[in-house]
Each structure stands twice: as structure tokens, then as C-alpha cells.
């Protein structure tokens, strides 16, 4: 995308160190936020004199609160979010969202897979001009070869029927700009399908490269079961495409039917030959009751979403805030 930005914007970007809000989702990742954290505290101190680290708790059961209330204690630039329960972790990344306060915002994974080199190099090209960098992973050798082909299979349907084109391969991890938090932060939709509210806003994007880190302990929450529920939220949110193969299926067997019906005709006038009925009954009967059965499932799972959206319940509800944040960091 064209970098639009005047010679004295870019310059006020690379004269001036932004203030920097990083985001940490977590679920159950108490073993992992006790190292990371400081880790994220003494990179983003290095790029910028003020920062904060926002760890948001999406309903943990282990030890997460009582190690982020540890960590909030010693780094004043860390804020802990614990909320009232498990949401999801679309509706956590929301939460840092609405809470950050930085010039640029970074969302990062708690499972420690994110490499923080690429803290520097994602600054680097904030400065030079864009609003987004987002990143590619180069492999997905961690998951299994059925998750493998479902996820390609997944971009291929979503970029076909959407009107913005989710970049593939891309996650969570990415540098965004205050403008880009703030038009996503208009977005009012509950059932949030994140990968694609990053590329509908749109702005100058530029993706980097990347290899996933082994995690540096537990195990992933992010299983295939979740991974298909997102990936139903991300094509209804994004897509008509199930709407469409339904309609193109119904209309596929209304010419075959058509032209079924048409041989058995000339069958019966031309060879003289009784057309057996029940059996072709029977299959008709039961494959057009399936077809309907699968469209009603179809607009269900479509109405079942205007049907949350309506009711305007809150993304997320924050049982307890503790820390700092950026006011630490002037402070400190």
C-alpha cells in the first residue's frame, strides 16, 4: 500500500519516541507470564522511555492473578485486567484495545511463542511510514497436517466471497498506529472476528516474517475445537459464501431434477419402459429433506448472530484493574 504520510510527518515519527501500550491475552498462562513479562518490560525500554505492558486475564483458573498482582508491583508499567470471566480471547484483545493509551499499540500472544526482536524492527517501519505490521508466520510445522489444510482451506473461502482480502498466515501479532486502535475501537460488533476488523479498517499495512518460538511452558488453549469456532465467526462475519453454495446447490438440483424428470419421460414414450417410483421417491425424498435441513442450519447460525448483535450486551465486563500503565512509566 502507498505510504501517503508528508516528509514532515515521517520525521516527526523517527525524531520522537511514541509511547508504546502492549497487549497480552491470557488464559491460564501464569507459568509463562512470570518470565515474559519483565522480558516485554526491558525491550519496550529500550525502544521508548514510556510504555506499559497490559496483561488482560480472560477468566484464568490458575495462578495468573496472583502472579500479575507480583509483577504489577514491581513493574509500575504493567497493568492487570481480570475479567469476570472467560470471553474469549476476541473479546480480551478488545479489552487491551479500550484500554491502551499509547501512540502505538502492539498485541502480542502470552504463551511466549512471539519473538520480541521484531519489537525493533516493527518500530523501524512505524517510522518509516506505516500504520500496520502485521506477522506472516513462515510455517505452521507446530500443528497438525489436518490443521494445516483446514486453515488454507479456510483463507481460501473467506478471501473468496469477502470484500477486503485477511492476509494469510497472519495472527494477533502486529504494530498498530493510534489511529488504527481508534477506528477499530468505533467497530460495534459483539461476535468479533479480529484478523478480519484489521484488515476492514485498511490503512498503509506491510507484513514481516517470523518463526514461532516453542512455548515456554503449558500447553495451548487454541485447540482445533476453538480454532473451528473462530473460523465459523470469521465466515459469517466476513463472508456470504455459505449463503451462496447453498443457493447454487439448490439450484443445481432444481436443473437436475429438471433433467431427470424430462429422461424419465422420454424413457417411458420412447422405450415404452415402466419407471420404477419408490425407490426414486424415497432417495428424493431424503436428500432434498437433508438439503433443506442443511440451508435452515445455514440462515440459523446467520440469525443466531443478528440475534446477538441486537440484544447489545458488552463485549467483555472487567472484574478488577490493577496497576499503572503509562503513568508509571512518566513516573518512573
Known sequence: MPNNLTSVQR??????????????PAYNEAVNLRGLVPQVVAELGALSPQFEVIVVD?????DTALVMHG????HAQVIYVQLSRNFGKEAAITAGLDIGEGAVTVMMDADG???????APMLAKWQQGI?????????????SALQRRLTGLFYVLINWGSHVEIPVDAGDFRLMDRKVVEALKTLP????????LYAWVGFRSEEIEYDPLPRKGGISKFGLRRAMTLAVTGMLAFTTVPL???MWLG???AVGAVGYGLWEVLEYFIQDQTVPGYATIVVGVMFLSGVQLLAIGILAEYVGRIYDEVKRRPTYLVMQRTGHGLGGSRES
Open 131 to 143: 500504520d500496520v505490521v502485521y506477522a506472516v508466520r513462515k510455517t505452521r510445522s507446530d500443528q
Open 11 to 24: 520525521a516527526h515519527r523517527q525524531a520522537v519516541a511514541p509511547s508504546i501500550s502492549c497487549i497480552l
Open 189 to 196: 460488533e459483539r461476535n468479533r472476528f479480529m484478523k478480519g
Open 58 to 62: 480472560d477468566g484464568s483458573r490458575d
Open 71 to 74: 509483577l504489577c508491583a514491581a
Open 244 to 246: 451462496r453454495l447453498t
Open 113 to 119: 511463542q512471539h519473538p520480541l526482536s521484531l519489537l
Open 251 to 253: 439450484l443445481l438440483m
